[in-house]
């Protein structure tokens, strides 16, 4: 049975939990769609996701409750991790604008800049290309990071706001602008859950 733990330490945990459980009826997989905050349940994950949210607040309560080093060593071994929005800040290796307490899981060869697009109010809706689907899926994207620079060969563009690239894949890894999460269309969450199978 598949175990998909979502960080539930800030952030849109509960439209994760909702869209993964989705995404594995869709997929005609079995499978719980955890709350995650301690490192005791780490044990049976299949795979990890790290919500948007405060992407600084998310850094100090992933190393206060114990899950930072916990959650880098799976990744590194191969665990599917995706993170959204501040989800996709913590996997990165390069952050602009991060604040010199703030420490990420640093597995995702990218670079990318915080709140690039700016405060709430500039937050907005658009359809986002993606590798691995034919039709637009619906990227909402809010106060969103903006990935900068792809830092090796082992990241693959999988979706594009026109032609810049807003969403990567690296091997088990996924880091994404926009939050999937927030929509009704599970074909992200699908396509993420599937490196678990």
Same mark, same amino acid.
């Given at each position: 049975m598949v175990k998909v733990g979502v960080i539930g330490l800030q952030g849109d945990v509960s439209e994760h939990i909702e869209a993964a459980q989705?995404?594995?009826?869709?997929?005609?997989?079995?499978?719980?769609? =955890?709350?995650?905050?301690?490192?005791?349940?780490?044990?049976?994950?299949s795979a990890i996701i790290i919500?948007?949210?405060?992407?600084?607040?998310i850094s100090r309560l992933m190393q206060k409750n114990g899950l930072l080093e916990p959650v880098r060593k799976l990744g590194?071994?191969?665990? /599917? =991790? &995706?993170g959204?929005?501040?989800?996709? +800040? &913590?996997?990165?290796?390069?952050v602009i604008g991060a604040t010199p307490e703030q420490r990420f899981l640093e597995l995702l #060869?990218?670079?990318?800049?915080?709140?690039?697009?700016?405060?709430?109010? #500039?937050?907005?809706?658009a359809p986002v290309k993606l590798a691995? @689907?034919?039709? /637009?899926? /619906?990227?909402?994207? +809010?106060?969103? /990071?903006? +990935?900068?620079?792809?830092? @090796? #060969?082992k990241v693959k563009p999988i979706a594009w706001l026109g032609d810049r690239v807003v969403g990567v894949e690296q091997d088990n890894l996924i880091g994404l602008e926009f939050h999937p999460e927030l929509t009704e269309d599970t074909r992200v969450h699908e396509y993420f859950l599937r490196k678990a199978l």
């Open positions: 989705r995404a594995l009826e869709n997929l005609g997989v079995s499978g719980e769609v =955890i709350w995650l905050k301690k490192p005791e349940q780490l044990e049976g994950i919500p948007g949210g405060e992407s600084t607040t590194e071994e191969g665990l /599917p =991790i &995706m959204t929005c501040a989800g996709l +800040i &913590m996997l990165s290796k390069e #060869d990218v670079k990318v800049n915080r709140n690039a697009y700016g405060r709430q109010v #500039d937050s907005f809706e691995f @689907s034919d039709e /637009p899926f /619906p990227g909402v994207f +809010i106060r969103a /990071p903006r +990935i900068v620079e792809l830092l @090796s #060969d």
